[in-house]
């Protein structure tokens, strides 16, 4: 299977109501999409970060009762998972697709990860494109413009990584659904890889923590 960008029956499957029907439709609709991705940027993303990078396809396995409100393809150091590790996602919800960098809850290096990002937050601010976004929590659909947290809001993000439990930290940009679905495969591809070497500084504070 070739990946030819994403259509409006992959953002419609999130209207289904119930687990098991909406969870049949995204293994047959949208799934097959995120594996495509995910062999195509395991690749690119080894070669960029110079470590063998792994996908990971969202399974929803832990869901008994509510369905999924978005999925994603992740891309991590570790065939064992990503969870852990600063990773990237590609994914979407109803209204949009996602491109990140991310530092999610059940990593155990997030206070180390904040240190470093506060010795770059100077550079940070400076070379994020202002339509980036920012988001605290990877379950919930909205975000914010880097052009409104890098003037103060953004050091309390990472203050929030380093001493909150449950916090999170995202960078990255939306496509909305009227947008992508625009994009064939080739333009797709190339926009998120764009992403993904404008991020890579991010990820590259990563090699810090693990070469200590």
Known sequence: MQFDGFNEKDFSVFAID????????????????????????????????????????AKHARRTVNPPNDTWVAFSSSNRGYKKLPHFQIGLFETHIFIWFA??????????????????LDSINKNIPDNFVWSQDHMKPDALPHLDVKDGKLSDFINSLANVKKAEL??????????????????????????????????ELKKKIYSE
């Open 18 to 57: 119930g687990l098991e029907a909406r969870m049949e439709k995204l293994i047959e609709q949208v799934r097959p999409k995120l594996e495509e991705l995910g062999k195509h940027f395991a690749a690119e993303l080894s070669s960029s970060t110079g470590e063998e990078m792994f996908y990971h396809v």
């Open 103 to 120: 530092v999610i809850y059940e990593s155990p290096v997030k206070k180390e990860f904040a240190a470093l990002l506060k010795e770059e």
């Open 170 to 203: 995202l960078c990255g940009i939306h496509i909305p659904k009227e947008e992508a679905i625009q994009m064939d495969g080739d333009t797709f591809i190339h926009k998120a890889d764009s992403v993904f070497q404008t991020l890579m500084p991010l990820y």
